[in-house]
């Protein structure tokens, strides 16, 4: 594994001049995620899982994006969000940059819901180029979480500062993690929800749904080791494709 960002631009000449060729970098968010849990949320839990890539599949691993596509949470400070055309630029630029550094096989690993399209967008559009992109959204997690979770989703499929998101940071990161003031909300969603744009501001108070306190560092630990044994396995494919 190479950390690209305190390697020298030899190191990274002489990695790939061994036949290593993989890039791997997060792209995360800067958003807000409830009293208890940081804005960098995202990014931490996106960073853990693509510097685990990096190291079993010996890849490069380059500096983690720390913003995203998060206009949903736009309403609560904190919440710097790109736009969808930024994100897609800026998944092309990376990716071009790795494949001129002789890093052609890259890989994203995506720790944002709002980032989801634009990075499609972006993969789609590298592939015209002949440039091989694999776009890794958290699998398995949905799996993982229905197992380990006791508490109630707010929504179903959405992890968004309640009990999965905590426990996953409280896994990678627990000093920005401040379990006194995790409070659970349950607000009413609209009934067209998911089918047009809401902020979600307009619907909570804060940016939790569902319930933080049953969260827990142990927990984190399975759900991570779900999403990098199912991710590593479709870098696995990826790699020999
Ligand atoms: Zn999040």
Request: hydrophobic share 45%; no cysteine; aromatic share 14%.
């Given at each position: 594994m190479l950390e690209l960002a305190g390697a020298t631009s030899d190191e990274v000449r002489d990695f790939v001049a061994s036949g290593r060729r993989l890039a791997v970098v997060a792209i995360g968010a800067l958003e807000a995620h409830g009293a208890h849990l940081p804005l960098s949320t995202d990014t931490v839990v996106a960073e853990r899982v693509a510097r685990e890539l990096a190291e079993r599949h010996d890849g490069a691993l380059l500096p983690s994006?720390?913003?995203?596509?998060t206009w949903a949470t736009s309403g609560w400070p904190g919440t710097i969000s790109l736009s969808p055309e930024t994100v897609r630029m800026l998944a092309i630029d990376l990716a071009r940059g790795a494949v001129a550094s002789g890093l052609d096989r890259v890989v994203v690993v995506n720790g944002?819901?709002?980032n989801r399209l634009p990075l499609a967008a972006a993969a789609r559009d590298l592939a015209a180029d002949g440039i091989r992109v694999l776009v890794l959204d958290h699998p398995g997690l949905a799996e993982a979480a229905d197992a380990v979770r006791e508490s109630a989703p707010a929504v179903p499929g959405m992890n968004h500062g309640e009990e999965i998101e905590t426990s996953m940071v409280l896994a990678v990161?627990?000093?920005?993690?401040?379990p006194d003031r995790a409070q659970p909300q349950y607000p009413e969603f609209p009934v067209d929800f998911g089918t047009r744009p809401v902020r979600l501001h307009e619907i909570g108070e804060n940016a939790v749904f569902g319930d933080p306190r049953p969260a827990t560092a142990a927990k984190g630990e399975t759900l991570f080791a779900a999403v990098i044994a199912a991710a590593s396995a479709e870098v696995e494919r990826f790699l020999a494709g």
């Open positions: 994006v720390a913003y995203g596509e944002d819901f709002g990161a627990p000093d920005l993690v401040h």
